[in-house]
């Protein structure tokens, strides 16, 4: 699987951005999907998960309530909706692929190259 993250941007605090992340490969369907961010000096932390039917999903707490995560296998794409941005939101965001949830990065056997994402005052 192949991923491309994309959508990313300057926004300023309160707004919102849209990532989407483009997924090659036939059997994406099967797949649970992440995504994660890393802001420069951080770890890569993770924001949200969704299984391969879409049905279910979980937050980060940081995130819980403002970001929203969806999956359209038929497009083979996966979106994260992010509102209420605040400057700490400010990072690289990555989506990733694998084939079980988890809130680690190594759960995750596929990487998009990321997308950068800052909020300004």
């Known amino acids: 699987v192949q991923l491309q993250a994309s959508g990313g941007g300057l926004v300023q605090a309160g707004g919102s951005l849209r990532l989407s992340c483009a997924a090659s490969?036939?059997?994406?369907?099967?797949?649970?999907m992440g995504w994660f961010r890393q802001a420069p000096g951080k770890e890569r932390e993770f924001l949200a998960s969704?299984?391969?039917?879409?049905?279910?999903?979980d937050y980060a707490d940081s995130v819980k309530g403002r970001f929203t995560v969806s999956k359209d296998n038929a497009k083979n794409a996966v979106y994260l909706q992010m509102n209420s941005l605040k400057l700490e939101d400010t990072a690289v965001y990555y989506c990733?692929?694998?084939?079980?949830?988890?809130?680690?990065?190594?759960?995750?056997?596929?990487w998009g190259p990321g997308t950068l994402v800052t909020v300004s005052s």
């Open positions: 990733a692929a694998g084939q079980s949830c988890g809130t680690v990065p190594i759960r995750y056997n596929y």
């Open positions: 969704i299984n391969w039917s879409g049905g279910s999903t």
């Open positions: 490969g036939r059997t994406f369907s099967r797949y649970f």
